[in-house]
């Protein structure tokens, strides 16, 4: 007999009560900068400081570093929340929190969380993640070209990263570079570069076609001199931080895709009661709601699946990630909820017809921003890999 384990998937009051806030918070004070946000590629300075006011910073940080101590799926929810109102806000939220934060306060030395969670927390400091570079994408540990060279109480650092989410704008950049390149992906280490550190530039901002307001930018680092104390964990073990780190960087983008689908849902349905075709609401042609249907198969599948899967990572522990049954199921997670959101806004399209065409709708605003995580924090293809790897590792070879 089956047993019905239907209440693992719900979410008991208190996180319901974490989505609702962020929900309420989202739509009163985000979603009035969506708009201005994407058709300039606008970043509104007193965003982050509301946010962190609000206390929606630091979900998995302990209090006594201004976080909130709560867990990764409270901060999953908080970007689900965020995502239904403005998901290029969403997007930043993740790169400052969660690959920035988030990795310095696992990794970190307590000297290294004192001195910038706090300020991460509150929202006075935003954080971004420097790991992507020009000329490598997925191969972004064996291709990495940035060095890190030690001289005296400073390692001096040489080269570039590019798509870095928050570069525009942050005051702080979690770096991989190699501190020894004869040992490969070996022999990177990570560091905590201030972004008024001489030798660090904005080399250029990047204009894109969605998530437009969540500033992009190409880094440079010309004989960058950063402090030795702002070496993150143990010289060439920059592996595991950043392997651990996309593990829950995976766990957490699902979420963003759940919101945008969620908010694409509820306008098709709102268009399909209001929108008259040959006298009555085109919600009552069959071809029609045959499309709200699955869109909403597909929310409801990428919900309990992120819920599952951020509960998971949750317990992943620091130094673990990059291997095993995790490895294989947040990039699954991701893997789905990137291919669905991108279903559920062709259909969401298709409903609203020429109106969803229209680039100032937002149903086209969301529409433009589904691509992105088919490509980011690992393409779709190299999600395959990762679960087919996983399954066949007991695989004779030869």
């Known amino acids: 007999m089956i047993e019905n384990h239907l209440d ?4 008991d009051a208190e996180q319901r009560e974490i989505l609702n806030q962020a929900d309420r918070f989202g739509r009163n004070e985000l979603y009035p900068l969506a708009s201005c946000m994407d058709d300039d590629e606008w970043w509104p300075d007193e965003a982050f400081p509301k946010i962190g006011q609000a206390g929606f910073f630091g979900a998995t940080i302990p209090e006594k570093f201004g976080g909130a101590g709560l867990d990764l799926l409270s901060a999953g929810l908080v970007l689900q929340g965020f995502s239904r109102w403005n998901h290029a806000m969403a997007l930043s939220v993740v790169a400052h929190d969660n690959l920035c934060a988030n990795n310095i306060y696992r990794n970190g030395s307590d000297v290294q969380r004192a001195r910038y969670l706090p300020g991460m927390c509150d929202g006075s400091r935003i ?20 060095t890190a060279k030690r001289d005296g109480d400073h390692y001096v650092l040489n080269g570039s990263k590019i798509y870095i989410t928050n570069g525009p704008v942050a005051d702080l950049v979690l770096v991989y570079a190699k501190t020894d390149p004869a040992a490969g992906p ?7 570069v201030e972004t008024d550190t001489p030798g660090f530039k904005v080399a250029q901002k990047l204009v894109k076609m969605g998530y437009r307001g969540s500033q992009t930018a190409e880094l440079l680092f010309e004989d960058c001199r950063v402090p030795a104390e702002n070496l993150v964990g143990q010289e060439n073990e920059g592996v595991g931080i950043v392997m651990s780190g996309l593990d829950l960087e995976r766990a957490m983008i699902s979420p963003i895709c759940l919101g945008i689908a969620e908010r694409a849902l509820e306008l098709s349905v709102d268009y399909a009661q209001t929108r008259k075709q040959f006298g009555k609401p085109i919600g009552s042609f069959q071809m029609v709601q045959s499309m709200l249907a699955e869109m909403y198969m597909h929310v409801e599948t990428m919900r309990t699946f992120t819920y599952r899967v951020l509960a998971a ?16 199921l947040t990039a699954a997670s991701v893997l789905h909820a990137a291919n669905t959101v991108n ?4 259909l969401a399209v298709q409903v609203h017809g020429g109106t969803g065409y229209i680039w100032e709708s937002e149903i086209n605003r969301l529409f433009r921003s589904t691509k992105l995580l088919e490509i980011g924090a690992g393409t779709t293809e190299v999600r395959k890999m990762i679960i087919s790897g996983e399954l066949l590792k007991d695989m004779p070879r030869g």
Do not use: Q
Request: hydrophobic content about 45%.
């Open 127 to 146: 954080g971004a993640l420097g790991l992507t570079e020009p000329g490598a994408g997925s191969d972004a540990l064996g291709s990495m070209r940035t």
């Open 8 to 11: 693992l998937f719900d979410l």
């Open 186 to 192: 070996r022999g990177i280490s990570a560091f905590i």
């Open 313 to 328: 990572a949750a317990k992943i522990e620091i130094g673990d990630g990059g291997r095993g049954d995790i490895h294989m």
């Open 343 to 346: 279903k559920v806004l062709d």
